[in-house]
């Protein structure tokens, strides 16, 4: 029995985790469920899958039959569970805390946070090297990887889908609605990361996510935009060859790996036929609708505190555009409003982190875009 524990376990990545579980009740034991809050969701999922514990960020009811652990204290004791894997679907930098305890402790950990990886890039990368990721381009580097040697790598490709608005005029992305940019063509995704697909800038985190996970230089990392999303991720190595990931469009692929590697087990996605789908096409990125992804490589190779300004800008924009406050062009210009205004030390430790979160969230509070 595999003993995995589920963090955000209500949200998209937590939820197929659990269909990919419930497939295999056999092999797979779900020992830890972990949401924000105490929800109607959360109780269904705990009376399914009868885990010994939960987490939850604030403890507001005891619930019968599971140990409840909250709050700062809680976490501390949820790194320390007899558990073989840790899978990480908390969206943003939520996941920051959780993500840096259990690297600190050696533990097993299958992650799709990639705000935490990148804000803590600086901190723990050394530690990464310990990490399966789910995010479904690096799922497809990390298994392109075992082609070659990695200092055969010439470079590693991640696939864009390009996103709702691939073929929209500029001059109608003033326009853009809620609705529209959370009408994903390809994935089915938590509502921040749609927003960033359409935006691109969720390709752009992705860049640095590769960046921290593989140790790979930025000039060695390349994006295509690859609108249906049948490969996912590619490697190049020295001698021209390319090896790439090649499944439908569905996170349960990488998440039931992640559980199961290096074994490979059924998931419930579907076979994918090849003479189906025909032909497959890829474009190089239009950086004048999309700017954020360019960002993403300056802000990358700026490092120190950078990408943690970047991800925390653009948490609080893509929350500020979900709730009608800005527009969908303001995104990009808050968050490079932000990244040409601060400037902070390079993050030691987890504190300094959480600091440099914390300072930009005050810039943004106070900040008038005109
Ligand atoms: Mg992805």
């Given at each position: 029995?595999?003993?995995?524990?589920?963090?955000?376990?209500?949200g998209?990545?937590?939820?197929?985790t659990?269909d990919?579980?419930?497939?295999h009740?056999?092999?797979?034991k779900?020992?830890?469920?972990?949401?924000?809050k105490?929800s109607?969701k959360?109780?269904?999922?705990?009376r399914e899958f009868?885990p010994?514990?939960?987490?939850?960020c604030?403890?507001?009811?005891?619930?019968?039959?599971?140990?409840?652990?909250?709050?700062?204290?809680?976490l501390?004791?949820?790194?320390?569970?007899?558990i073989?894997?840790?899978i990480?679907?908390?969206?943003?930098?939520a996941?920051?805390?959780?993500?840096?305890?259990?690297?600190?402790k050696?533990?097993?950990?299958?992650?799709?946070?990639?705000?935490?990886?990148?804000c803590?890039?600086?901190v723990l990368?050394?530690k990464?090297?310990?990490?399966?990721p789910?995010?479904s381009?690096?799922?497809a580097?990390?298994?392109?990887?075992f082609?070659?040697?990695?200092?055969?790598?010439k470079?590693i490709?991640?696939?864009?889908s390009?996103g709702?608005f691939?073929?929209?005029?500029?001059?109608?992305?003033?326009?853009?609605?809620v609705?529209?940019?959370?009408?994903?063509?390809?994935?089915k995704?938590?509502?921040?990361?749609?927003i960033?697909s359409?935006t691109?800038m969720?390709k752009?985190?992705?860049?640095?996510?590769a960046?921290?996970?593989?140790?790979?230089?930025?000039?060695?990392?390349?994006?295509?935009?690859?609108?249906?999303s049948?490969?996912h991720?590619?490697i190049q190595?020295?001698?021209?060859?390319i090896?790439?990931?090649?499944?439908?469009?569905?996170?349960?692929i990488p998440?039931?790996?992640?559980?199961?590697?290096p074994?490979?087990?059924?998931?419930?996605?579907?076979?994918?036929?090849?003479t189906?789908?025909?032909?497959?096409?890829?474009?190089k990125?239009d950086?004048?609708?999309?700017p954020l992804?360019?960002?993403?490589y300056?802000?990358?190779?700026?490092?120190g505190?950078?990408?943690?300004?970047l991800t925390v800008?653009?948490?609080?924009?893509?929350?500020m555009?979900?709730?009608?406050?800005i527009?969908f062009?303001?995104i990009?210009r808050?968050?490079?409003?932000?990244?040409?205004?601060?400037?902070f030390?390079?993050?030691?430790?987890?504190?300094?982190v959480l600091?440099?979160i914390?300072?930009?969230?005050r810039?943004?509070?106070?900040l008038?875009?005109?």
């Open positions: 029995m595999k003993r995995i524990g589920v963090l955000g376990s209500t998209s990545i937590g939820t197929q659990l990919v579980a419930r497939i009740k056999d092999k797979i779900v020992e830890l469920l972990s949401a924000s105490v109607d959360l109780l269904e999922q705990i009868k010994k514990y939960v987490y939850v604030e403890q507001n009811k005891d619930i019968d039959g599971v140990k409840v652990l909250s709050g700062e204290e809680g501390k004791e949820l790194v320390e569970l007899d073989d894997l840790y990480n679907g908390i969206s943003g930098i996941g920051i805390k959780p993500t840096y305890y259990l690297l600190q050696n533990r097993n950990l299958a992650t799709a946070n990639k705000e935490a990886i990148i803590l890039g600086e990368g050394n990464y090297k310990n990490i399966i789910i995010d381009e690096h799922s580097i990390f298994q392109c990887m082609s070659g040697r990695r200092e055969d790598i470079k490709i991640l696939t864009a390009g709702p691939l073929n929209l005029p500029l001059d109608e992305f003033k326009n853009i609605t609705e529209q940019a959370l009408n994903h063509p390809k994935w995704m938590g509502r921040k990361v749609t960033d359409a691109l969720n752009g985190l992705e860049v640095i996510e960046h921290y996970l593989f140790n790979l230089p930025y000039k060695k990392i390349d994006v295509v935009i690859h609108p249906d049948i490969i991720g590619l190595f020295n001698d021209n060859s090896i790439a990931n090649i499944s439908s469009p569905d996170m349960r998440i039931s790996y992640a559980i199961s590697f074994e490979r087990w059924f998931n419930g996605s579907d076979e994918l036929d090849l189906d789908i025909g032909k497959l096409e890829f474009f990125p950086y004048k609708k999309f992804l360019k960002l993403a300056y802000v990358g190779e700026k490092a505190a950078y990408p943690i300004i800008s653009d948490e609080i924009a893509v929350n555009f979900l709730e009608g406050k527009k062009t303001d990009y808050l968050i490079q409003t932000v990244i040409e205004n601060l400037d030390e390079t993050p030691k430790n987890l504190n300094d600091n440099i914390e300072e930009t969230e810039f943004i509070k106070n008038k875009l005109n």
